[in-house]
């Protein structure tokens, strides 16, 4: 079958993984999700849904055996599928390390190319915050960056 012919994500299912499969079943048998601001979505609406992250999924499986010889990121964590940025280039978001502060959580991420290439980030999501926490958070962020200028 190619995806082109496809009818509904069933016609695809082989081509998946047994938990995109699953995940496709499940989502098949709850029709109500995802909710709309008018109510449950109609059946053709549903059924297209489901045959577009079937398709989404094929992309992803071809991008992850294509690029299959892409060494990941060495960090502990998280690593995503490839994606298509939109101007024919591939990458794979990561989420690496995480250091908690309080409730503050400080997480190295980044982006990798086919390439190999790997661009590192680290992010903080908080608000007020009194002195203490601050030199805390300080103290975490500099660990942080620490961590990613040793695996340069």
Same mark, same amino acid.
């Given at each position: 079958?190619? #995806? %082109?012919? *496809?009818?509904?994500?069933?016609?695809? @299912?082989? $081509?998946?993984?047994?938990?995109? =499969? /699953?995940?496709?079943?499940?989502?098949?048998?709850?029709?109500?999700?995802?909710?709309?601001?008018?109510?449950?979505?109609?059946? #053709? %609406?549903? *059924?297209?849904?489901?045959?577009?992250? @079937?398709? $989404?999924?094929?992309?992803?499986? =071809? /991008?992850?055996?294509?690029?299959?010889?892409?060494?990941?990121?060495?960090?502990?964590?998280?690593?995503?599928?490839?994606?298509? #940025?939109?101007?024919?280039?591939?990458?794979?978001?990561? @989420?690496?390390?995480?250091?908690?502060?309080?409730?503050i959580e400080v997480i190295i991420s980044g982006l990798q190319g086919t390439d190999g290439m790997i661009t590192r980030t680290i992010t903080a999501d908080f608000e007020d915050i009194d002195a203490v926490t601050a030199r805390q958070l300080?103290?975490?962020?500099?660990?942080?960056?620490?961590?990613?200028?040793?695996?340069?």
């Amino acid at each position: 079958m190619n #995806d %082109d012919n *496809a009818q509904t994500w069933r016609d695809l @299912a082989d $081509a998946l993984t047994a938990e995109q =499969a /699953a995940y496709l079943a499940n989502w098949e048998s709850h029709p109500e999700i995802p909710p709309t601001l008018d109510g449950p979505p109609s059946p #053709d %609406d549903h *059924a297209r849904a489901l045959l577009f992250a @079937a398709r $989404a999924y094929l992309t992803q499986n =071809a /991008a992850a055996a294509l690029y299959a010889d892409v060494v990941p990121p060495p960090e502990d964590g998280h690593h995503y599928p490839w994606e298509h #940025d939109g101007d024919g280039r591939w990458f794979r978001y990561f @989420a690496g390390t995480t250091r908690k502060v309080g409730d503050i959580e400080v997480i190295i991420s980044g982006l990798q190319g086919t390439d190999g290439m790997i661009t590192r980030t680290i992010t903080a999501d908080f608000e007020d915050i009194d002195a203490v926490t601050a030199r805390q958070l300080a103290a975490a962020l500099i660990e942080a960056a620490d961590e990613i200028e040793a695996l340069r």
